[in-house]
């Protein structure tokens, strides 16, 4: 948590869980078993952290600067299930320090 990409990473992690959480337990629940309360406490978790994820990708991306191009990814990566986990993958294969 140091560093500006270890809260990054830390940040992904959490936002992609629990989007994964919330399309594949939640809104299962909701939906087959009709457990709303699931969906409505994992979409409030899920909405705190990923606000919280974007701003620690634009931080990192403007301490790294990188290309529009890079963040458009890391904001995308966001939205899909694993993306934010694939796309930590990416950054530590090319730059990651």
């Given amino acids: 948590m140091k560093t500006v990409t270890g809260r990054f990473r830390i940040a992904g992690i ?3 869980i629990s989007l994964l959480l919330l399309i594949f ?8 078993a009709d457990i709303s309360s ?3 406490v994992m979409g409030m978790i899920h ?3 990923f606000p919280l994820y974007l ?3 634009v931080h990192l991306a403007l301490v790294k600067k ?6 458009l990814m890391g904001g995308l990566a966001g939205l899909l299930p694993f993306g934010t986990f694939v ?3 990416y ?6 320090k």
């Fill in 14 to 16: 959490w936002e992609g």
């Fill in 25 to 32: 337990i939640a809104m299962p629940l909701k939906y087959f």
């Fill in 38 to 40: 699931a969906v409505a």
């Fill in 47 to 49: 909405g705190i952290l």
């Fill in 55 to 57: 701003i620690a990708l």
């Fill in 66 to 71: 990188w290309k529009i191009t890079r963040w």
């Fill in 87 to 89: 796309f930590e993958s």
């Fill in 91 to 96: 950054l530590r294969k090319r730059d990651w």
